[in-house]
């Protein structure tokens, strides 16, 4: 076939650009990196234009850009293809835990190592470099095909909502693929059916107007740093249920089916402890692991701040506490409502003598449910069959792609992940990589789908 053999002749070439991708910092967290995510931009622009793809064209919001493109030449008769992904990385912090430099991107061992490489941009190369080798030997596509990137994802794309309602000419589309995504291992092909949603919060409590000293205040005003303690501590019991009023409402129940499916894939508890380095699995009662991780909703710590940080003693009474908290929702909780019970709780539960709020952060995400019988979804499942030689497992993951949640409320599209990353690519830690051998199989795997939608 002359779109596998251009792939083959090409390889080197798109090896090498996807390491002059990486090399740019395009780091969505960081004020200072804001224009390397712009630069990021205009090089997946230009990239576009380089592969036959019209209309290419860096556009704002207003916070980090996006980048559309598009090619429609297959005829009304033809559905439209919305491809996603995103151009933003995680910061790469702490340096020095890396083998070889994040934004200095290496091949080894057949991968290629930096920050990046895996998420997203490696995945968001694979089906712009499918759409080339079909234009260059076909001279045509068999569907219609968009493209839409955005350089915010790793921040929860919080300026994405009000972006594509006012482009819904622009991203309308019959099906979407995100290049975003994961394979359950280098010889096992996934569908993932569901997301969790996110939400961001930091609760912040206050004492005395700065810090007293511990030995003269210590028994007359309260500590925030205690109260901040006790505050937490209602928020879940011992074994691991959230005791906010409110927050299971709205829960979609697992039926029998459910986690029937669920329990059919392989898992190995061991296998799990030795990857976290936990001495032991903890969650809500009642459910398996996996449960827990693929379909139950969550509440997490993920960071404290009070008081003396540094080194050896300072015999404070802290003024203030802090901790920021997030929330991983599954169907069919809306984050607002969440965000309310919180709120609520933290009001409801401030101890004495201390004051307590609830601010919500920037960015988040409602979860993300495929229907059962999704048509996309299926004609997905038999190209992976098809390129891998197995049926993909039907699975769920505990992450969150915002905007997936955004196309479906405002373009009424359920979106299919047909990513080929994997969860052990140090995705956001020191050494992130992706592996060459799926960089490629990706490229046939969108060059397929592409083929089965347009027959």
């Known amino acids: 076939m002359a779109w596998q053999q251009y792939l083959d002749a090409e390889q080197a070439r798109f090896v090498q650009e996807l390491l002059t991708f990486v090399r740019i910092p395009s780091v969505s967290a960081k004020p200072e990196n804001i224009p390397d995510v712009v630069r990021a931009a205009e090089w997946v622009a230009a990239r576009l234009t380089a592969a036959g793809v019209e209309g290419a064209e860096v556009l704002p919001t207003d916070g980090h850009p996006v980048v559309c493109g598009h090619w429609l030449h297959a005829g009304a008769e033809k559905p439209t293809i919305l491809i996603y992904g995103h151009f933003d990385v995680q910061p790469a912090e702490p340096f020095d835990l890396w083998d070889s430099p994040p934004f200095e991107p290496e091949v080894r061992d057949g991968r290629v190592w930096g920050r990046g490489a895996s998420d997203d941009k490696g995945g968001m190369l694979v089906p712009i470099l499918a759409v080339e080798s079909l234009l260059k030997t076909a001279g045509r596509l068999p569907v219609n095909v968009k493209f839409f990137f955005e350089g915010q994802e790793e921040i929860g794309s919080p300026d994405l909502p009000p972006f594509v309602a006012a482009n819904v000419d622009l991203l309308t589309a019959d099906m979407i693929f995100s290049a975003d995504g994961l394979q359950y291992a280098p010889d096992q092909p996934q569908i993932v059916e569901a997301l969790k949603g996110l939400v961001k919060a930091e609760i912040v409590v206050r004492g005395p107007r700065s810090d007293q000293h511990s030995g003269l205040h210590g028994g007359g005003i309260a500590n925030p740093a205690m109260a901040l303690a006790h505050l937490l501590a209602s928020m879940k019991s011992a074994d691991g249920l959230v005791t906010i009023d409110g927050f299971y409402d709205d829960v979609v129940p697992l039926t029998e089916a459910d986690r029937a499916a669920i329990a059919r894939i392989p898992y190995n508890e061991a296998s799990y402890l030795a990857e976290t380095g936990a001495p032991a699995v903890f969650g809500e009662p009642g459910y398996s692991t996996r449960e827990r991780l693929w379909a139950r909703p969550t509440l997490d710590v993920n960071g404290l701040t009070s008081g003396w940080q540094g080194i050896g003693s300072k015999t404070v009474h802290p003024a203030e506490a ?94 299919v992940m047909f990513g080929f990353s994997h969860d052990d690519e140090n995705l956001h830690a020191p050494n992130e990589f992706f592996r060459l051998d799926a960089f490629r199989l990706g490229q046939a795997a969108y060059v397929r789908l592409l083929q089965r939608l347009g027959a």
Request: a positive charge; proline letters at 7%.
């Open 322 to 415: 802090r901790a920021k908290i997030t929330c991983r929702l599954v169907a069919a909780q809306y984050p607002a409502k969440i965000l309310a019970a919180l709120a609520a709780h933290v009001q409801a539960h401030c101890p004495a003598g201390v004051t307590a709020e609830l601010e919500p952060g920037h960015g988040g995400a409602g979860p993300f449910l495929v229907p059962s019988g999704h048509n996309a979804t299926g004609i997905a499942a038999q190209v992976l069959e098809e390129v891998y030689g197995k049926a993909p497992y039907r699975t769920r993951l505990g992450g969150s792609i915002p905007v997936m949640t955004t196309l479906l409320e405002v373009l009424g599209v359920h979106a």
